[in-house]
C-alpha cells in the first residue's frame, strides 16, 4: 500500500465532499427551475434528467480514476464483499420496518397488489439506488468523519442532507430522511454500500407505486 493510499484512509478528502454538496444543490436548483416552467414546457424534466444523467457519468469517471490510482478506494468507500451478508440482514429488517407504513397507505388508497412492472423498477431502482448511496456514505458520510466524530451525530447530518437533496417535493423529503438515518447507521457499522444500495433500490420503487401511485415507475426514476 502506497503513500497515496494512506493518505486517502486516515484523511477526509473534502473536495469530494463539497463537490457531492454542490451537485445536490444544483439539483435543488433546477428542480426548482424545472417546477417554474410549468405545464406550458415542452419537456419540462428534459434539463434535470440532462444534469442527472451527467452528474451520474462524471463521479462514475471519478469512481474509475480514483480505483486506479487508489487501489483501495473501492474497499475503504465501502464497493466490496466484506460485511455483505450482515449489513443486508440489517438491511432487510430497516426495509419491513420503513415498508410497512407504505403498504398501508398503498392499502388504503387502493395500490395493491403491486402490478408485475413492479419487479422490473425495483431491480432498475436498485442500480440507481446503488449510485445513491455511493454519493451519500462514500463521498459524504465518510468525508464527515473528521468534522463529526461522533457516529449520532454524523448519522443526523447525513440523512438531513439527503432530505435536503429531495427539496421541495415534501412528500419525499421526510421519507428521505429517515431512509438516510437507517441506511446510513447500517454503513457506518458494516461499510458495505451494495446492501443499502438494495434496500433503496426496494423501497424508492414501494414509494413510487404505493404513495405516488405510479404504475410505469420507470418514467420518474431519473427525476
Given amino acids: 500500500m502506497g503513500a497515496t493510499d494512506n493518505n486517502y484512509i486516515k484523511r477526509a ?12 444543490a444544483v439539483h435543488v436548483i433546477l428542480e426548482l427551475a424545472t417546477r417554474g416552467l410549468g405545464s406550458n414546457a415542452m419537456t419540462p424534466g428534459l434539463l434535470l434528467r440532462c444534469y442527472t444523467l451527467a452528474a451520474a457519468a462524471g463521479w462514475g469517471c471519478y469512481l474509475l480514476w480514483r480505483s486506479i490510482v487508489t487501489p483501495c478506494a473501492l474497499e475503504v468507500w465501502g464497493l466490496r464483499r466484506a460485511g455483505f451478508l450482515r449489513a443486508l440482514g440489517s438491511s432487510a429488517v430497516f426495509v419491513l420496518a420503513a415498508g410497512a407504513p407504505l403498504f398501508i397507505y398503498g392499502q388504503l388508497h387502493s395500490r395493491l397488489p403491486l402490478p408485475p412492472t413492479f419487479w422490473l423498477v425495483a431491480a432498475l431502482y436498485t442500480v440507481w439506488g446503488i449510485a445513491q448511496q455511493f454519493c451519500l456514505q462514500a463521498l459524504v458520510t465518510r468525508n464527515l468523519r473528521q468534522l463529526i466524530p461522533g ?4 448519522v443526523l447530518a447525513a440523512a438531513a442532507l439527503f432530505g435536503a ?12 430522511f429517515i431512509a438516510g438515518l ?20 426496494i423501497l424508492g420503487a414501494l414509494f413510487l407505486y404505493l404513495v405516488l401511485g405510479l404504475d410505469h415507475g420507470w418514467e420518474a426514476l431519473l427525476s
Avoid: K, Q, S
Avoid at 457516529?151 to 454524523?154: E, H, L, T, Y
Avoid at 447500517?186 to 444500495?197: F, K, L, Q
Fill in 165 to 176: 437533496v429531495h427539496f421541495p417535493d415534501y412528500r419525499i423529503m421526510p421519507l428521505a
Fill in 151 to 154: 457516529i449520532p451525530f454524523r
Fill in 13 to 24: 478528502c473534502y473536495p469530494e465532499l463539497v463537490l457531492a454538496v454542490l451537485c445536490g
Fill in 182 to 201: 437507517g441506511l446510513t447507521w447500517i454503513y457506518e457499522r458494516y461499510r458495505n454500500i451494495w446492501a443499502i444500495g438494495i434496500a433503496h433500490g
